[in-house]
Structures are given as structure tokens and as C-alpha cells.
């Protein structure tokens, strides 16, 4: 009997030491804290936004190049335009990876253009005069400003051909304008004149990732500016003046070379910790 109750005593005694030691376990060693959060910087901009640069040379193109009003034995026999250069900036979104917006503004320089005519009985016998010529020459220039959609179609090696369309406004203006008559060689001159209309334009080109965030690019580009006129030309007596010289259908084709700066993602907000830990 003393045998059995000092063996309970010590059973006693043991769990009681046990249990002392894991509440010391628990005391010395509290449970980890949470995972920390971590703030994401500031973005001033969303993560499709980009800007863009471009900068190329445009092939002008026209219907014909003459004067208005029209006069009775006067005829338009030959025109031409030089090319010219532009520089542009823009901004736009992407959307995803096959769809992206842009809005651009551009500079075009002046260009020469001029167009030759002749007059007389030759043209229509019921002009009343002797026949001649004049040679009229002047500058175009401006801006043109689009809102453009484009479709990328695929990356394969860094390479993404795309298509795309604009439609907007250009301010044209036509300036130092000059009739120099061919058999006198008397000469005058007319006024300076702005056009703002619709312009639009259709894209096809190919992007290159030079980093995750800079594209560059290279595109083909028609754009379609509409018809134009000078000032008024004057003349010292009366006769055909005054008039204005018409550009009928004006038209370029542009190749473009250009960067894109694509705004990185925001980085992770929450850096996940461990959720349990064991004993």
C-alpha cells in the first residue's frame, strides 16, 4: 500500500514538472508576428500609358495644282511638289496585347510646290488676246493632329508587325506665293493663307522591344490632308486677278521611325509571409 501511493506521488509529480515546462516553452517562445506589408511606390501613371516620338519624310501627292476662280482660255499644263520632313510626339494606352490608342501632334515642313499654265486662243477660241504663260511656285506647310487605333498581331522574337487607322484635323498653310508671267516677266504676289480640315491616316509597320518598356518603330503611313488654297493674288491692273491657287486632293506618303515608352507595372503591394508555424 505505502509502495502504490508513492508511485501516484510521483506520477504526480512528473506531469506537474511537464506541464511547467511547456508553459515556460510557451512563454519563452511567442507566436511570429504577422508577414510585414510592403507599400508600393507611387505611380504617377497607369501601367498601359506611354509617350511616344516620331520623327520621318513624306512623298507628296496631288490631284492637280491650278487656279480659282477658272478663267475662260486658261489651262494648268504641269505641277509638282517636293518632299518634305516631320517631327511628332503623342501619348497613348495600351489596352492589352493586341490592342493600343494613341493621340499625336506633328510639325511638317514647308515644301515648294508650283504648277505652270498657259492662256490664249489655243486653249479655247473664244479667248480674245495673245496667248502666253505664267510660272507659280509657293511653300505648304503645318500641322496635323490624329487620334489613332492600332492592332499589334503577334510577337515573334522581340518583332511586332501591327495596322492601324487615324482621323483628326491638319492647318495647312500655304505661303510666298508667286506668279511670274513667262513672256513679260513681270511678277506678283499673293497672301499668305490657313486651312484647318479633316485629315486621316492608315498605318501598317513593325515594333521592336528593345527593352520591356522601349519600343521602337518603323511604319508606313498614308495620309490624306484634302484640298488647299492660297491667299488672294493681286494683280497692279485688272484682268485674271485676283485669284488663288488650288491644291486638289493633297495627299502624302510618309515613313515614320519612332519611340515608345511603355510605364512599367506596379510592383506587388503584399509580400506574403508564412501563415503557420510549427513546434
Given at each position: 500500500?505505502l509502495?502504490?501511493k508513492t508511485?501516484?506521488?510521483a506520477?504526480?509529480?512528473?506531469?506537474l514538472?511537464?506541464?511547467g515546462?511547456f508553459?515556460?516553452?510557451m512563454i519563452g517562445?511567442?507566436?511570429?508576428?504577422?508577414?510585414?506589408m510592403v507599400?508600393?511606390?507611387?505611380?504617377d501613371?497607369?501601367?498601359?500609358?506611354?509617350?511616344r516620338g516620331?520623327?520621318?519624310?513624306?512623298?507628296?501627292?496631288?490631284?492637280k495644282?491650278?487656279?480659282?476662280?477658272?478663267l475662260?482660255?486658261?489651262?494648268s499644263?504641269?505641277?509638282?511638289?517636293?518632299?518634305?520632313?516631320?517631327?511628332g510626339?503623342?501619348?497613348?494606352?495600351?489596352?492589352?496585347?493586341?490592342?493600343?490608342?494613341?493621340a499625336?501632334i506633328?510639325?511638317?515642313l514647308?515644301?515648294?510646290h508650283?504648277?505652270?499654265?498657259t492662256?490664249?486662243?489655243?486653249?479655247?477660241?473664244r479667248?480674245?488676246?495673245a496667248?502666253?504663260?505664267?510660272?507659280?511656285?509657293?511653300k505648304i506647310?503645318?500641322?496635323?493632329?490624329?487620334?489613332?487605333v492600332?492592332?499589334d498581331?503577334g510577337?515573334?522574337?522581340?518583332?511586332?508587325?501591327?495596322v492601324g487607322a487615324?482621323i483628326?484635323?491638319?492647318?495647312?498653310t500655304?505661303?510666298?506665293?508667286?506668279d511670274?508671267?513667262?513672256?513679260?516677266?513681270?511678277?506678283?504676289?499673293?497672301?499668305d493663307r490657313?486651312?484647318?480640315?479633316?485629315?486621316?491616316?492608315v498605318h501598317?509597320g513593325?515594333?521592336?522591344?528593345?527593352?520591356?518598356?522601349?519600343?521602337?518603330e518603323?511604319?508606313?503611313?498614308?495620309?490624306?490632308?484634302g484640298?488647299?488654297?492660297?491667299g488672294?493674288?493681286?494683280?497692279p491692273?485688272?484682268?485674271?486677278?485676283p485669284?488663288?491657287v488650288k491644291?486638289?486632293?493633297l495627299?502624302?506618303h510618309?515613313?515614320?521611325?519612332?519611340l515608345?515608352?511603355v510605364?512599367?507595372?506596379a510592383?506587388?503591394?503584399?509580400a506574403?509571409g508564412?501563415?503557420?508555424?510549427?513546434?
Open positions: 500500500m509502495r502504490f508511485l501516484c506521488l506520477g504526480i509529480a512528473a506531469t514538472s511537464a506541464g515546462a508553459a515556460a516553452d517562445h511567442p507566436p511570429p508576428p504577422p508577414p510585414p507599400h508600393a511606390p507611387p505611380l501613371v497607369g501601367s498601359g500609358f506611354y509617350l516620331d520623327l520621318g519624310a513624306g512623298i507628296y501627292g496631288h490631284d495644282i491650278d487656279t480659282r476662280p477658272s475662260l482660255g486658261l489651262r499644263i504641269d505641277s509638282s511638289m517636293e518632299g518634305t520632313g516631320f517631327l510626339v503623342g501619348a497613348g494606352y495600351q489596352f492589352n496585347s493586341f490592342l493600343r490608342t494613341d499625336t506633328e510639325y511638317r514647308a515644301s515648294k508650283s504648277h505652270t499654265d492662256y490664249g486662243p489655243h486653249v479655247d477660241p479667248y480674245v488676246g496667248s502666253g504663260g505664267n510660272y507659280i511656285s509657293g506647310g503645318g500641322f496635323v493632329g490624329l487620334a489613332n492600332y492592332v498581331l510577337t515573334w522574337h522581340r518583332i511586332t508587325p501591327f487615324g483628326g484635323f491638319s492647318s495647312m500655304m505661303s510666298d506665293t508667286r511670274i508671267n513667262v513672256v513679260s516677266g513681270a511678277s506678283v504676289r499673293g497672301q490657313t486651312r484647318t480640315q479633316l485629315a486621316w491616316a501598317a513593325l515594333g521592336y522591344d528593345l527593352t520591356s518598356n522601349l519600343k521602337a518603323v511604319a508606313y503611313r498614308y495620309l490624306h490632308l484640298d488647299q488654297y492660297s488672294n493674288v493681286t494683280c491692273t485688272a484682268g485674271s486677278c485669284y488663288r491644291i486638289s486632293g495627299h502624302s510618309d515613313i515614320k521611325f519612332g515608345r515608352y510605364f512599367a507595372d510592383p506587388v503591394a503584399y506574403p508564412p501563415l503557420m508555424r510549427k513546434y
